[in-house]
């Protein structure tokens, strides 16, 4: 079946370093993924989509991986900030749907 | 409105008792969704409508579950006996385009509490 796998641990940086958070699958050929952030009692927010045909995308602080080889995406926020504690959620999809499949989320907490 | 609505933002039903959640989209978005979120996991997909009709409802966990959207807009969905696993938080989200190369847009999401 089709298994979605982030760092179940929180990760912890200090300000101003690159938090780097994964996001592999297996059994699943995604068209796109997708990456979210979700805060405490709120819903999911957008933040970068990539296709499989490419192979990085930017924006601002964000860069976004995509190994179709590896099966695994990586998701980078440079000179982290405390504000970007969050939780953040991999969604992978064919792309014949709109249905998402979400990974379990990774917790990051950016210490001042 | 601006973002999806969702209401009510919590709720309390006892076991067996009949519950209906809401979700209005984003106006002029054609598809919705009804995903459902677990402590400390990811949503977990339920139900997707391509305007009045429900394109996929292979994330319904069983006959107890199901949602309506009547007039393309605002859908709702509906659970019967429920059951404490039902406990969750129910999140719907829209979009603009009926395949995923576009974000979605989520709702706070209802957080259903079934004693």
């Not at chain 1, 805060?39 to 045909?53: C, K, S, W, Y």
């Not at chain 2, 997909?45 to 605002?74: C, H, K, M, W």
């Not at chain 2, 509906?78 to 969750?88: P, W």
């Amino acid at each position: 079946s089709q298994k979605i796998e982030q760092n179940s641990e929180a990760l912890n940086i200090q300000e101003g370093k690159t938090a780097t958070l994964t996001c592999n699958y297996t059994n699943y050929s995604p068209a796109y993924l997708q990456w979210y952030r979700q805060d405490p009692g709120r819903g999911p927010v957008f933040l970068l989509l990539i296709r499989e045909n490419e192979k990085e995308k930017r924006k601002e602080r964000l860069k976004v991986t995509f190994d179709t080889t590896l099966k695994q995406s990586l998701f980078h926020i440079t000179a982290s900030q405390p504000a970007d504690s969050a939780t953040y959620l991999c969604a992978l999809s064919s792309g014949n749907t709109g249905k998402l499949i979400f990974g379990q989320g990774t917790t990051l907490q950016v210490k001042p | 409105g601006a973002g999806v609505s969702q209401t009510p933002s919590n709720k309390v039903t006892e076991k067996g008792k009949y519950v209906e959640l809401r979700c209005d989209p984003i106006s002029g978005h054609t598809a919705l969704y009804w995903y459902r979120q677990s402590l400390g996991q990811g949503p977990e997909f339920l139900i997707y409508f391509q305007g009045t009709g429900a394109a996929d409802d292979s994330g319904l966990p069983n006959d107890r579950f199901f949602a309506v959207r009547p007039e393309g807009s605002v859908s709702t969905l509906k659970i019967q006996r429920t059951e404490r696993g039902d406990s969750a938080v129910y999140l719907c989200a829209s979009s603009s385009s009926r395949v995923s190369n576009t974000e979605a847009f989520f709702g706070q999401g209802t957080r259903l509490t079934v004693v």
